[in-house]
């Protein structure tokens, strides 16, 4: 195989089961061929049979119709043979699915693991619209702000002129600078502060003042100690103390803390190949490649994947690395309705008929895009959904896993763990380091050819410096202690213990009365706030009073969906949850914030208590 002849990625790189035969996709009985309603190959939808777009059906090579059955179909036709002629919905079908028990995943010595495994559903996520009273308010704010930056403006041009810059122009975008120097430097005090304390549990904020209205900062010398709510410490490996600071801490000494060059040059060292043989293993693939910033990941390693004339399917939400790398990539981008599998499919049916823009040639890859865990929204990617139109429609799947990784599953790997879904089906994997496993980093697993050909082709491995090891040594300490390989149930133990702080937040908010987005299994609890004046005031409120979160608002979001963003981590207690949702609901109690209309449940008592199946899972060593 040539990885340097500006080859863009064949289907047999990703799936082993196709070859290339003279601009064919070839199964493995050798049968190629092109699509009954409109000559599209195989190389663009990888079908290992042929589909008819027009009505949905499939035909063998013989042109003998093959149907479309689904496990969901056939139970319902069970079902209705036995006397039931009412419609089950998935999440019913789901429910009659019995528990099963399977060994994708493999222990320290190769050796299958089984575990048990029930299939589930993301329907439990709710997304309340804003109001139109709400939206007018926001929009009025926003104007306000407008306005009276332009009047300052005009009263006041030295604050708006560039200091130091005589005899060029100007250096930033027009509305670009306006927006920074008008809206956000009014509240630039509660985002970029000082921290002194590693983002555990606690964090220690850096008191500052400002004497000339956000331009510049003083420190005082004060320290702010608060419950942190606002950094991905999901599991609490974010430590000064205990088994992975100490194997960083023993990194440090026998290889110090820089490699100083990229991998493919002197950079590749044996705790690389130990930290990605780890990694393949724990999210159940062939093989698996680091990168040293997470960021990177994705910007760095799509365009290595996609070029122009792919097809790519993206969710509206995905993060910016991922459109990044996109845009760079050259492909062509259609954009779906976040996690609405309506929208996907009338995206792919209408990409995979019509082909390249101009010429209708069919398309070199055809691929869906989306993330685990969204981390503006809350909200879990419906993967059993996008698995069965991934099949149908012979695409390929790039998930990127990096809020979801370690954070959601009962075994704590990812989105795939969370539905009980085969690891080979997504083609793809991708994840981050950052979040779960308290370093820095990232990761693409998948097939060993796809590897092999990034290790090859991806600017990451080339051009990026190496993983350092105080990095990986963390990363593989935390990981071994998820997958129980230390010798102890704690990893276990913490992934169960944040999906019930999870559960346990949101619906405290939720029976407040505040319009919560998202999973209930999701870490990341966004509160709809709206308006920017709202936003600043509840971030300000919850540092005073010992907590701090995050606050978010536009351009990181639509103008109408400003919110608070709430992380919840494995090392918080009953007592620091409790203390941060007292506070919320003083502070909803004082602004008008507390704007859901879902039925209220103020007199059911939310028990914070693990239940029995928890204790069980928690006491199990894998």
Request: aromatic share 10%; proline share 4%; glycine share 10%.
């Amino acid at each position: 195989m040539d990885y340097n002849s500006g080859f863009c990625g064949s289907d047999c790189v990703i799936n082993r089961n196709r070859t290339l035969v003279n601009g064919y996709c070839k199964s493995p009985k050798g049968q190629n061929g092109t699509s009954k309603a409109s000559g599209v190959s195989n190389l663009q939808t990888g079908f290992n049979h042929h589909y008819d777009l027009t009505n949905g059906h499939s035909f063998g090579p013989n042109g003998r119709a093959l149907g479309t059955r689904s496990p969901k179909n056939a139970i319902q036709k069970r079902l209705q043979k036995n006397g039931s002629k009412k419609k089950t919905s998935l999440t019913e079908v789901q429910h009659l699915v019995p528990v099963t028990y399977d060994s994708f995943y493999k222990d320290e010595n190769g050796k299958p693991i089984p575990r048990k495994r029930k299939p589930k559903s993301s329907v439990n996520e709710s997304f309340e619209q804003c109001s139109l009273l709400d939206a007018l308010y926001t929009y009025l704010c926003y104007s306000f702000l407008v306005i009276v930056g332009y009047v300052n403006d005009l009263l006041r041009p030295r604050d708006s002129t560039e200091k130091f810059r005589s005899g060029y122009t100007t250096l930033y975008a027009s509305f670009e600078s306006f927006y920074t120097r008008h809206v956000y430097r009014r509240v630039r005090n509660l985002w970029n502060i000082p921290v002194a304390s590693v983002p555990g549990e606690y964090i220690t904020l850096v008191d500052r003042v400002t004497q000339d209205n956000g331009w510049t900062f003083e420190f005082t010398g004060k320290f702010n100690e608060c419950i942190n709510l606002g950094s991905y410490n999901y599991l609490g490996f974010a430590e000064n103390s205990g088994a992975c600071s100490q194997a960083a801490i023993l990194a440090c000494k026998q290889n110090g803390i820089a490699t100083c060059v990229s991998r493919l040059e002197l950079g590749t060292a044996a705790y690389h190949h130990e930290l990605e043989q780890l990694v393949a293993r724990f999210v159940g693939t062939e093989d698996a490649i680091t990168c040293g910033m997470g960021f990177a990941t994705n910007t760095l390693n799509i365009p290595s994947i996609l070029c122009k004339g792919c097809l790519v399917i993206s969710d509206e939400k995905n993060h910016a690395s991922i459109i990044l790398g996109l845009r760079l990539s050259g492909a062509t981008i259609r954009v779906f309705k976040h996690n609405n599998m309506i929208s996907l499919e009338k995206r792919l049916r209408e990409g995979i008929i019509n082909g390249q823009p101009r010429t209708h040639l069919p398309w070199k890859k055809v691929f869906i895009v989306c993330e685990g865990v969204y981390s503006m929204e809350g909200s879990i990617a419906r993967l059993p959904e996008i698995i069965e139109l991934k099949k149908k429609y012979g695409a390929y799947i790039y998930l990127d896993e990096a809020h979801s990784i370690g954070a959601i599953g009962e075994n704590g790997r990812g989105a795939v763990d969370y539905f009980g879904l085969n690891p080979s089906d997504i083609d793809i994997l991708m994840g981050t380091f950052t979040k779960s496993f308290g370093s820095a980093g990232g990761y693409i697993a998948g097939s060993y050819e796809l590897i092999e050909m990034l290790r090859h082709r991806s600017h990451a491995n080339y051009y990026g410096t190496a993983m350092a090891s105080p990095i990986a040594r963390q990363i593989i300490a935390s990981m071994k202690i998820i997958m129980g390989e230390d010798g102890t149930d704690d990893g276990i133990k913490r992934v169960s213990r944040l999906k019930h702080n999870s559960r346990y937040f949101r619906q405290k908010l939720m029976q407040m009365g505040f319009i919560v987005y998202g999973n209930e299994d999701s870490p990341v609890v966004p509160v709809a706030l709206y308006m920017p004046s709202k936003i600043t005031y509840v971030i300000s409120e919850m540092i005073k009073r010992g907590v701090a979160t995050v606050g978010v608002g536009f351009p990181a979001t639509p103008l109408v969906q400003g919110r608070a963003r709430f992380c919840i981590s494995a090392s918080h207690t009953k007592e620091m949850l409790d203390k941060a949702l007292g506070i919320m609901d003083e502070i909803g109690n004082h602004i008008w914030i507390k704007g859901s209309k879902l039925p209220l449940k103020s007199t059911e008592e939310i028990v914070y208590e693990v239940s029995d199946a928890e204790e069980d899972l928690a006491n199990e060593v894998d």
